[in-house]
């Protein structure tokens, strides 16, 4: 029989034989031949597993079905890397360490299998037992649906936050409100009195200021100056602030340094529209230089960022890029 039917081992041994290695060298060379084997093996089959992170993030993405309708890419939507993903928001059991949890239940970019995808954004953020929705996305069915999908009540959100007064942003709220919920409603001063006047006789309505506090660790960035003017959700957290954006119209980079300096604390992610569909690589590519001389270390774009931008940002911050669309969760150590 010739040697290319033999097993790696088998193969091996017998050489170490002809070679007339004593039996004792051959147990260790074996030993050590298995080893190197088992780590091709392993390169192989892309079976090492990464280093610890602290952010949970959703695995794998579905193929996206929703283009940018600004401008549609040229290029795939980026291919996600495997993580660890929770599914729904945990509840806080004694001994564990407390989750904020943000579940995007709104976006153009699928994510989970059973939720439903349009133009518009949202995220539902938690940290025990107080909660925030983000947003709420350009359809208040298709809101409703996803929050049920990810077994979320509407009647039990205590906080909405509206980034800025497009429709894709704030088409949900009445079909929250009319499913039971009683939140609060915090506006950028800049928001429509027409707007204003409608929900402040169905809810409480607050215009924010900058650092206002939301709920436990959750605050806002206040009103930026653009067009429209904006405003984004930060989130404190022991590793670094969350800067949650919901088309991020004054410039995402001019948003994450106004939350940087005005809570005195260095980006740990930021996630959410980024309003770069249009932008030129060349663009895209000072804006993530920017994120990198601010110190951001995660990145999650999605719903108005763009297929070409999320791409860059993918390829420009490696492992630390995190792939998102609606249903995706991550979870943060407090």
Not at 144 to 157: D, G, H, Q, R, Y
Request: hydrophobic residues 40%; glycine residues 8%.
């Amino acid at each position: 029989m010739s040697s290319e039917h033999w097993s790696g081992i088998d193969f091996f041994i017998l050489m170490l034989t002809r070679c007339r290695v004593s039996t004792r060298s051959i147990i260790k060379l074996t030993v050590i031949g298995l080893s190197i084997l088992s780590g091709l093996s392993a390169c192989q089959t892309g079976s090492f597993s990464s280093s610890a992170n602290p952010l949970s993030k959703a695995a794998e993405p579905l193929q996206q079905e929703d283009s940018d309708p600004v401008a549609a890419s040229e290029t795939p939507p980026p291919t996600p890397t495997p993580q660890e993903m929770s599914e729904s928001t945990p509840q806080p059991t004694e001994g564990k360490v407390e989750m904020i949890t943000i579940t995007i239940v709104f976006d153009n970019y699928p994510y989970k299998e059973g939720m439903q995808t349009a133009w518009g954004f949202s995220a539902f953020v938690t940290y025990k037992d107080q909660n925030v929705l983000f947003d709420t996305g350009g359809s208040g069915l298709m809101l409703l649906e996803n929050m049920s999908e990810m077994n979320i009540n509407p009647a039990e959100v205590q906080n909405v936050v509206l980034s800025h007064e497009h429709n894709d942003h704030t088409a949900g709220l009445q079909a929250l409100l009319s499913a039971g919920a009683d939140p609060k409603i915090y506006l950028p001063p800049s928001f429509s009195s027409s707007f204003k006047n409608k929900f402040s006789q169905q809810a409480e309505v607050i215009e924010v200021v900058p650092g206002l506090l939301i709920a436990e660790r959750i605050s806002t960035l206040g009103e930026i100056q653009g067009s429209p003017p904006e405003q984004a959700l930060v989130i404190d957290t022991p590793r670094g602030l969350v800067v949650i954006t919901g088309c991020a119209h004054p410039g995402v980079e001019k948003m994450v340094l106004a939350a940087k300096r005005q809570f005195k604390e260095e980006i740990y992610l930021v996630m959410g529209g980024f309003h770069l569909g249009s932008s030129s690589s060349y663009q895209v590519k000072n804006i993530i230089k920017e994120f990198q001389r601010i110190g951001v270390v995660h990145v999650a774009p999605c719903h108005c960022t763009g297929d070409r931008a999320i791409n860059q940002f993918r390829e420009a911050f490696g492992e630390n890029f995190i792939s998102v669309g609606a249903g995706a969760v991550i979870e943060i150590e407090s």
